[in-house]
């Protein structure tokens, strides 16, 4: 039976992919100091000890397996891109208390056979690969042989373009390990939306208003980053922490028919542009015909041009049918793209956290789906029975 410690645990994402893999594991312990993080994890998988900060620890047991999933906060793009220097006091520097641990296992000979990282793309970028490179010879000193590579979750079954860096160290081993080949994606993003949400998901006329802002902010421009789902779109954007309150987050177009009349005031209409929509409000004339291929399709409060036929014009009304209107993505959705089905949420939602948190334990996890391949490639390269 594998032995394991999860260091920056979280919900368990790679305990519950090694029974997904159905490889015997048990895990002795984990790091974690979100509260939220910690109850949730405990109606997922049962009572695990739970160390606490990593910086308090003063050694960990002696087990086959450690995960490091340290925080991205400064090495995504989307953070503070501070770096994790070693003594910087970032968030991501506390990578190197990993370090420190595995000197008080050194020294007691408990170093475990395997080690297994995750962290966002950026890591091995250009800025960063300097850095990473300094963690990776710290562990080939240490007698590991590490194998890295960035994996897209789509890639492995999950409508979600999350691409993240994810690197295997074996101890005292010659071999080599062979990541996971690609599979094609059978799972649409449309597929894991929930038929019916409440109305609290759907967008204000105000943030659609803010989204779709063309102008043009030191280079900047917020409505070419807005790119709702229609139901064309298969993958997902990268889940966040916090979905739906930037322009990049997912967004899902949907008929406006179930939406009460309060939020049927602004729609969105294809045009051939950047952003690819413009807003519309009630009164304004848009033009109806191949939409997607023209500029200025809405015209404020006026009615385009007038042809021999006004079968291409028309006009935003407040009609109940026919309407579009936007929706962010739903806590349950958000899990459903981390890789967990139905049974499983629905226990995690016993835990009985706020919408806020469950929308962060997904954000700040890893897709299960890419660890299951990960730990089956794992098991195939040094025979974990």
Partial sequence: ???????????????????????????????????????????????????????????????????????????????????FEKGSETGSSLLWEVQRLLEVSKEKGTLPKVLLMENVKNLVSKRFINEFLVWVDYLKELGYKSFYKVLNAKDYGVPQNRERTIMVSILDYDGDFIFPEPVELKVTLQDLLEKEVEE???????????????????????????????????????????????????????????????????????????????????????????????????????????????????????DKNDLINIRRLTPRECWRLMGWNDERIDRAFEAGCSETQYYKMAGNSIVVNVLVEVFKSLKNCINIT
Wanted: charged share 25%; net charge positive.
């Fill in 1 to 83: 039976m594998l032995k394991v410690v999860e260091l920056f645990s979280g919900i368990g994402a790679q305990k519950e992919a090694l029974k997904i893999a159905g490889i015997p594991h048990e895990v002795v312990a984990t790091s974690e100091i979100d509260k939220y993080a910690i109850k949730t994890y405990r109606f997922l998988h049962g009572w695990t000890t739970n160390l606490g900060d990593i910086k308090t620890i003063k050694e960990l047991p002696q087990v086959d397996l450690w995960t490091y999933s340290f925080p991205c906060t400064d090495i995504s793009l989307s953070g503070r891109l501070k770096g």
């Fill in 200 to 318: 609290k998901y759907f967008l204000s006329d105000r943030f659609i208003k803010y989204a779709c802002d063309l102008s043009n902010r030191n280079g900047f421009i917020r409505g070419t980053k807005f790119r709702p789902h229609d139901n064309k779109s298969k993958v997902a954007y990268t889940i966040s922490t916090c979905p739906g309150g930037r322009a990049t987050d997912n967004f899902v177009m949907i008929p406006a028919k179930n939406i009460s009349e309060e939020e049927k005031e602004v729609i969105l209409v294809p045009q051939a542009t950047k952003a690819g929509y413009a807003a519309a409000e009630v009164g304004d004339g848009i033009y109806t015909n191949r939409c997607k291929s023209k500029r200025g399709v809405v015209q404020k409060s006026i009615i385009p041009t007038l042809k021999c036929t006004v079968t291409d014009v028309g006009v935003v009304v407040n």
